[in-house]
C-alpha cells in the first residue's frame, strides 16, 4: 500500500487549505487512517484519526474545532480540512493507514506517505 499526501502550501494565519491523502496498491476497506505532523525541531505528533468507515474521528486538542478529517466514500482517499491556520500549524503533515480500526500512536500505523510541508506566515 502506498499512500501520497498533496495540498500543503504556504498561507496566511487565518487562511484555510485542504490536504488530500490518495491511497494506491490496494484497498484501504477496513483500514484506519489518520494525519501526523512535524515542526522544524519537534517529534512527530498525531493531528487526527478516522475509522475505516468514517463514522468515528478522533483530534488533538490543538487542532480541534478547527480541522476536520474525513474520507470518501471510495475509502482510497481522506481529507484534512485545517481552518483558522495559525503560525504553530507549519510543519510537514503525514497520512498514514493501519489495518484495523483507527488510533491515534505512530506505533500503530502501517503505511505512511512522504509528508507534504504546510507553511503559515504572519
Known amino acids: 500500500v502506498h499512500v501520497v499526501e498533496s495540498g500543503g502550501g504556504l498561507v496566511q494565519a487565518g487562511d484555510s487549505l485542504r490536504l488530500s491523502c490518495v491511497a494506491s496498491?490496494?484497498?484501504?476497506?477496513?483500514?484506519?487512517m489518520g494525519w501526523f505532523r512535524q515542526a522544524p525541531g519537534k517529534a512527530r505528533e498525531f493531528v487526527a484519526a478516522i475509522s475505516w468507515s468514517g463514522g468515528d474521528a478522533l483530534y488533538a486538542d490543538s487542532v480541534k474545532g478547527r480541522f476536520t478529517i474525513s474520507r470518501a466514500k471510495d475509502e482510497n482517499t481522506m481529507y484534512l480540512q485545517m481552518l483558522s491556520l495559525k503560525l504553530e500549524d507549519t510543519a510537514v503533515y503525514y497520512c498514514a493507514a493501519r489495518r484495523g480500526d483507527y488510533a491515534r500512536y505512530e506505533g500503530d500505523f502501517d503505511y505512511w506517505g512522504q509528508g507534504t510541508q504546510v507553511t503559515v506566515s504572519s
Open positions: 496498491g490496494s484497498t484501504l476497506s477496513g483500514h484506519g
